[in-house]
T-cell receptor, first 116, second 114 residues
């Protein structure tokens, strides 16, 4: 299944299929991107990150792709499992002054539902 | 265990009654931040702190105060809560040093203002 970002905030996939969650970011100065998973009643949890000098990074069953040209991120989850059901947020991190201050800005999230 | 601890988890209060939500981290992180989460709006930053005695406004600071007197604590203060501050609040911390800028989040505080 594939989501086209903020216009489709829900994504349903069959157990065992691959999931693709998309995210568009807004600021060209963002140089670090993170995907978070938020399960019901819990705070967001780090899944995977990627720096702007990379276009792909792989973790365990997850892959993040970054396309800086069109300011687009995607999260791919292989062999989606029931435990993957959650809201997924992308976040962009960027410097906000000449010092060391940085700001993390979140997208509005995508609800992933894994169907048995 | 490395964690961010928020208290309380749930709070119902009345308009105008001052309240404080506490946040504490045990990772010696310099950076701490408060977010509110509302349906369809994702997480929006309220205030952040780069280090002790250094705080700054985020995207939605109106109606909130913070303080950072110690490195581990970053309380969120609502001097005169209003119903539009009913929300789910998250505290987060991060080490700004090193390669990883990822945040660790608390479990959240669900606030209802009636």
């Amino acid at each position: 299944g594939e989501n086209v970002g903020l216009h489709l905030p829900t994504l349903s996939v069959q157990e065992g299929d691959n999931s693709i969650i998309n995210c568009a970011y807004s600021n060209s100065a963002s140089d670090y991107f993170i995907w978070y998973k938020q399960e019901s009643g819990k705070g967001p949890q780090f899944i995977i990150d990627i720096r702007s000098n990379m276009d792909k990074r792989q973790g365990q069953r997850v892959t993040v792709l970054l396309n800086k040209t069109v300011k687009h991120l995607s999260l791919q989850i292989a062999a989606t499992q029931p435990g993957d059901s959650a809201v997924y947020f992308c976040a962009e991190n960027r410097p906000i002054s000449s010092g060391s201050a940085r700001q993390l800005t979140f997208g509005s999230g995508t609800q992933l539902t894994v169907l048995p | 265990e490395a964690q961010v601890t928020q208290n309380p988890r749930y709070l119902i209060t009345v308009t105008g009654k001052k309240l404080t939500v506490t946040c504490s981290q045990n990772m010696n992180h310099e950076y701490m931040s408060w977010y509110r989460q509302d349906p369809g709006l994702g997480l929006r930053q309220i205030y952040y702190s780069m280090n002790v005695e250094v705080t700054d406004k985020g995207d939605v600071p109106e109606g909130y105060k913070v303080s950072r007197k110690e490195k581990r604590n970053f309380p969120l203060i609502l001097e005169s809560p209003s119903p539009n501050q009913t929300s789910l609040y998250f505290c987060a911390s991060s080490s700004q040093r090193g390669r990883n800028y990822g945040y660790t989040f608390g479990s959240g505080t669900r606030l209802t203002v009636v």
